[in-house]
């Protein structure tokens, strides 16, 4: 027997509802709980007000709810079957003929949609929106002063200290020794007053100064001179150069192929941003992967007490697949597997289990 439009509509709706409820709960407990740690970074800073604690909150809560949506449609999912099994509403249907899996079919096609809205239209939102808080928690909590551009022409790099600020260009690095190639270098005084310019076919970033070779140094109204090697002094390192890079999260999944070109074409690693990119991919199979895991520990389920065992047992389940998927991941991150195994095998293996288990218990 084929699932009515009808039936498939309830179910869609009612499934919705839940997936909704749920994610509105999540999100408001998230949000508290994140000024209440912006309250608690920003106490000894007299500048930072309640009004900027409750916009820099506001304007990470969208990456946060993505970090939290797979969450969101396992414990809704979860809701949604109890309430349907304790209503005996699914043993009429299965009475009536329809198969576990076409009761499912709606449930799954929402979980698909929202992860395609997701991937396309909330994660563009959701990356400006975060790029936005980073702007703010730099200017109020960090009080950062290096920052790091790549674009089609380069590498731009500006680093200050006490006396005033550099600016670094160049055309290509080595991210292994941090060499740069084709070097000018756009020397000021305080923040705008500019006393020179230095132009070297390289340098390399040693500890606490670049070493330049070939050296052309140029000031206002002096004569321009070549020396062999010049040092000049900075506070960055590797690691602080990598870390200015613009984060995955703050690219949109439609800007983020074109930045991993242009990081390769620079020099630098893109297996971070490709690794985002390829598990926003991924998303809609997660979610669907969550409804499965769902459906396993609540569609037998008709009691209080037993809706509250599915509840801890999709918890359970979510909580383990998270801490694989940070793992594999990491493993992915370190180039210890490949980016694509690392990104999918989330999805993979929890859409495999959910399946391979429904069919364990429903057709077995």
Same mark, same amino acid.
């Given at each position: ?24 709960? +999540? ?37 946060? +709810? ?9 414990? @809704? ?29 709606? *449930? ?6 929202? @992860?395609?809205?997701?991937?396309? +239209? ?59 190639? $084709? ?12 006393? @020179?310019?230095?132009? #070297? ?15 052309? +140094? ?14 000049? *002094?900075?506070?960055?390192?590797? $690691? ?5 890079? #613009? ?67 999709? #918890?359970?389940? @979510? ?46």
């Amino acid at each position: 027997m084929g699932l009515s439009p009808t039936l498939s509509i309830y179910l869609t709706r009612h499934m919705a509802f839940w997936l909704l409820s749920v994610f509105a709960g +999540i999100a408001a407990v998230v949000l508290l709980f994140d000024v209440i740690e912006m309250l608690r970074r920003s106490a000894s800073k007299a500048d930072v007000s309640l009004a900027i604690v409750i916009q820099m909150s506001l304007y990470k809560l969208p990456h946060l +709810i993505q970090q939290m949506l797979p969450f969101c449609v396992l414990f @809704g999912s979860t809701l949604a079957f109890w309430r349907l099994s304790r209503a005996y509403e699914l043993v009429v249907s299965r009475a009536a003929g329809i198969s576990v899996w076409q009761i499912l079919a709606p *449930a799954i096609g929402v979980a698909l949609t929202i @992860g395609i809205v997701q991937v396309t +239209i909330f994660n563009p939102v959701a990356s400006i929106m975060l790029s936005k808080y980073e702007k703010l928690e730099s200017q109020y909590l960090k009080r950062s002063t290096n920052l790091l551009s790549v674009s089609d022409g380069g590498l731009w790099l500006r680093q200050a200290d006490k006396g005033g600020q550099s600016v670094i260009h160049a055309s290509r690095v080595a991210q292994s020794d941090m060499s740069l190639q $084709n070097v000018i270098i756009f020397l000021f005084e305080g923040d705008d007053r500019f006393i @020179g310019r230095i132009d #070297a076919a390289s340098a390399r970033l040693q500890e606490g100064y670049w070493d330049i070779q070939d050296a052309w +140094i140029s000031a206002p109204n002096k004569a321009t001179y070549q020396v062999d090697k010049y040092r000049l *002094a900075t506070d960055l390192t590797l $690691n602080k150069i990598l870390d200015s890079f #613009a984060s995955p999260e703050t690219l949109s999944f439609w800007e983020l192929p074109s930045f991993i070109d242009t990081l390769e074409t620079a020099g630098f690693s893109g297996l971070r941003h490709k690794l985002y990119w390829q598990s926003l991919l991924a998303s809609p199979i997660v979610l669907a992967a969550m409804i499965l895991i769902a459906a396993i520990f609540s569609l037998h389920s008709t009691g209080r007490s037993s809706a509250s065992l599915s509840i801890a047992g999709a #918890a359970f389940s @979510g909580f383990v697949l998270y801490f694989l998927s940070d793992l594999v991941y990491a493993l992915g991150q370190s180039s210890s597997i490949p980016t694509m195994l690392a990104a999918w095998t989330p999805a993979g293996v929890s859409t495999l289990l959910g399946v391979a288990l429904l069919f364990h218990f429903e057709d077995g």
